[in-house]
T-cell receptor, first 113, second 110 residues
């Protein structure tokens, strides 16, 4: 089954404790992206990747890192999480950026206390 | 600053009623997509519109892209409880970058 898999689904952590949210897609998509979803603000892009070893900042990249060492994986790293990073995070992929639909994972709800 | 504004933000209607959701911008988009998101899941694509003035139908859902490719609407006829969810528009601009709207949360009451 074609899908984008995120882990974990729920995560509660404390300020400053490094964490990684994993994302994997099995559709051989070139483009992958991370979004955060907050009430009243919609989906905002954090980082995106056009292909392996190619990553770029989205609209809200501060406090986040990503890597794309393999085509299928695109982990999101929070080196020192803060409470304002409490949010619902989505990973998405598409065959070609902007020209094909985005396929989303089921989300990771992160709480930073 | 939000590139895409959706209205209304919240909508609660009775089963069988009609409704329209709007997605507006001052920017021109090369294409526009509509997604629906259900609780606990990621958004799922409903439709892509590409040509100014284009109308697409998906069963009881009708999507229209504005002539100037700056706005779009989603009309649902005879809403059903299964239509409940968050509706998101997403515009594609120069450089093939996606921008999502603020979302419309629809509740259809049986």
């Amino acid at each position: 089954e074609a899908q984008v898999t995120q882990n974990p689904r729920y995560l509660i952590t404390v300020t400053g404790k490094k964490l990684t949210v994993t994302c994997s897609q099995n559709m051989n998509h070139e483009y992958m992206s991370w979004y955060r979803q907050d009430p009243g603000l919609g989906l905002r892009q954090i980082y995106y990747s056009m292909n392996v070893e190619v990553t770029d900042k989205g609209d809200v990249p501060e406090g986040y890192k990503v890597s794309r060492k393999e085509k299928r994986n695109f982990p999101l790293i929070l080196e020192s999480p803060s409470p304002n990073q409490t949010s619902l995070y989505f990973c998405a992929s598409s065959l070609v950026r902007g020209r094909s639909p985005l396929h989303f994972g089921n989300g990771t709800r992160l709480t930073v206390t | 600053t939000q590139l895409l504004e959706q209205s209304p933000q919240f909508l609660s209607i009775q089963e069988g009623e009609n409704l329209t959701v709007y997605c507006n911008s001052s920017s021109v988009f090369s294409s526009l997509q509509w997604y629906r998101q259900e609780p606990g899941e990621g958004p799922v694509l409903l439709v892509t519109v590409v040509t100014g003035g284009e109308v697409k139908k998906l069963k009881r859902l009708t999507f229209q892209f504005g002539d100037a490719r700056k706005d779009s609407s989603l009309h649902i006829t005879a809403a059903q409880p299964g239509d409940t969810g968050l509706y998101l528009c997403a515009g594609v601009v120069t450089g093939n970058q996606f921008y999502f709207g603020t979302g419309t949360s629809l509740t259809v009451i049986p």
